[in-house]
């Protein structure tokens, strides 16, 4: 159904409900689950109702009124959350001419054509953003159909290819975060972990809502976000007003 996003979120049965385990029951009987919520109170809930023993990361979901299958109707940008994710990005660099701005900028993998044959081959170090200078591209098609079902592809859309790999790498390290719509029209990103206060995450939040208000495209008619909801990595999605 178009207006159920990924796990929980949006309209949740009882019967769903009850498939979770006494800690999730508990959690969501605190919430109301129809309510649309102002975000101050929804971050309330989210940050008391911790379910896992790890730091759970707080997301946002949110439905746009787009086609996805038009190209002139894909929405994608990147937003420099303020106080970062709450993750640390391991950072690889492809370029045969930014190596001393890369180790700089404290970049975690750096090479050209070597690093670019150990990722075909798999023995790569894993990591979270590939980032490229302009001469590599073309030899970077040799590992685009590994890239890109990762969303590990540099593109100029996500600013991903640049000469200023000092600045993109540092932008990173700084909390850019790239977002794009999925097949069904729906835009996720992590903005942050319960351990962040309300008010940090409050203000990442903004910023992505912000951003995507920023990106919307141009061949959108009528209403462009449909609704948004947010949650934490093992939470219940509550709603949230527009």
Do not use: W
Not at 39 to 64: M, Q
Not at 172 to 198: P, R, W, Y
Not at 226 to 236: A, D, E, H, Q, R
């Amino acid at each position: 159904m178009a207006d159920v996003i990924v796990k929980y979120h949006f309209a949740m049965t009882t019967a769903n409900v009850m498939k979770h385990g006494k800690n999730y029951r508990a959690v969501v009987e605190k919430m109301d689950l129809k309510k649309v919520y102002a975000i101050e109170e929804a971050l309330t809930l989210v940050r008391g109702g911790k379910i896992a023993k790890f730091d759970e990361s707080v997301e946002v979901h949110v439905k746009l009124n787009i086609d996805p299958k038009k190209g002139d109707q894909q929405v994608r940008g990147t937003v420099v959350l303020p106080y970062g994710t709450g993750k640390t990005l391991k950072i690889a660099v492809v370029t045969s001419t930014r190596t001393k701005d890369a180790q700089e900028a404290g970049a975690d993998l750096i090479g050209g054509e070597e690093l670019i044959e150990k990722i075909k081959t798999g023995k790569a170090e894993p990591f979270d953003v590939l980032l490229a200078t302009p001469e590599m591209m073309p030899k970077l098609a040799s590992v685009a159909k590994i890239l890109g079902p990762r969303g590990l592809m540099p593109s100029p859309k996500t600013e991903t290819v640049t000469e200023k790999i000092k600045e993109a790498v540092e932008m990173l390290k700084k909390g850019k975060a790239s977002f794009k719509n999925d097949n069904t029209g729906n835009v996720h990103q992590v903005f942050g972990k319960i351990s962040f206060d309300e008010a940090k995450l409050k203000e990442n939040y903004e910023a992505i809502v912000d951003a995507l208000a920023k990106a919307r495209p141009a061949g959108v008619k009528g209403k462009y976000m449909v609704s948004i909801s947010i949650c934490s990595t093992m939470g219940p999605g509550l709603k949230i007003a527009l």
